[in-house]
């Protein structure tokens, strides 16, 4: 089969079994998750103490306002520091390591290059969140679950892992070394997390400074309100991205 027609799951695969053998990614899923699992502990501990104050408000928050959807943020804290540690050798680690330009030998188009690359870190980071919900999940039979509110809340971190993997795959496609991509990994997401707070002490909301935020975007969903508007913005950041790694790396294949 020619290397045109070589599917991204090729490079997928190739990628998952690299991301297995480093020890980061499994030093990061294990330090994170640890600190989740006390967390969520610490969270519980607090709502069973609250428990009885809150019987007398029939519309009081619940275990999901009070330890689920807080997990979740926590894990969307985190994920500003994980995802450019994560993302920072994909494409950098090869140029620095001289495995780009064998790379590009095999003919494989710069598009399924970033594509398999992005998926292998994309599956990577949707299952640190799957096992991040199961912690709440697993005390489903002992508690009452909002199910709309935390699937919402899911969508919102799934979207945001997924923009900010993306925003790495670039800064890693434009690095030449990956601790400068995982830096400006860690700077643009902080960027575009907090580019609205000058506009909100200015008391301005809802201008165009507000909508490029990604806290703009990410909060109500934390919330439980699901609008095509926000999901659209995180697909458009994640497509700009990608597309920019692709146009950095066919660019430096045309300079060989």
Not at 141 to 156: C, E, I, M, R, S
Request: glycine share 8%.
């Amino acid at each position: 089969m020619s290397a045109a027609f070589v599917s991204p799951v090729a490079v997928t695969r190739l990628e998952w079994r690299r991301l297995l053998v480093r020890p980061l990614a499994w030093v990061l899923a294990a330090l994170t998750l640890a600190w989740l699992a006390w967390n969520f502990t610490l969270l519980l501990g607090s709502f069973l103490a609250g428990q009885i104050q809150r019987a007398g408000l029939p519309d009081g928050p619940g275990f999901t306002d009070l330890v689920a959807v807080p997990l979740l943020g926590q894990l969307a804290q985190l994920a500003f520091l994980v995802v450019p540690l994560l993302t920072m050798s994909m494409i950098a680690g090869d140029r620095r390591n001289g495995t780009l330009p064998l790379l590009f030998a095999t003919g494989v188009p710069a598009s399924r290059i970033v594509l398999g690359k992005y998926l292998a870190v994309l599956g990577w980071l949707l299952l640190w969140l799957a096992l991040t919900l199961a912690m709440p999940l697993a005390l489903t039979h002992a508690t009452h679950l909002d199910w709309g509110k935390l699937a919402a809340a899911t969508l919102g971190l799934g979207l945001m892992l997924a923009t900010l993997g993306a925003v790495g795959m670039a800064c890693s496609a434009f690095a030449s070394h990956p601790a400068i991509a995982a830096a400006a990994a860690l700077v643009i997401a902080l960027a575009l997390w907090g580019v609205n707070l000058g506009a909100q002490m200015a008391g301005i909301n809802g201008g165009v400074i507000n909508w490029l935020a990604m806290s703009t975007h990410l909060q109500p969903l934390l919330r439980g309100l699901v609008s095509s508007t926000d999901i659209v913005w995180f697909l458009l950041l994640t497509v700009l991205a990608l597309a920019l790694a692709t146009r950095r790396l066919n660019a430096d294949r045309e300079r060989g």
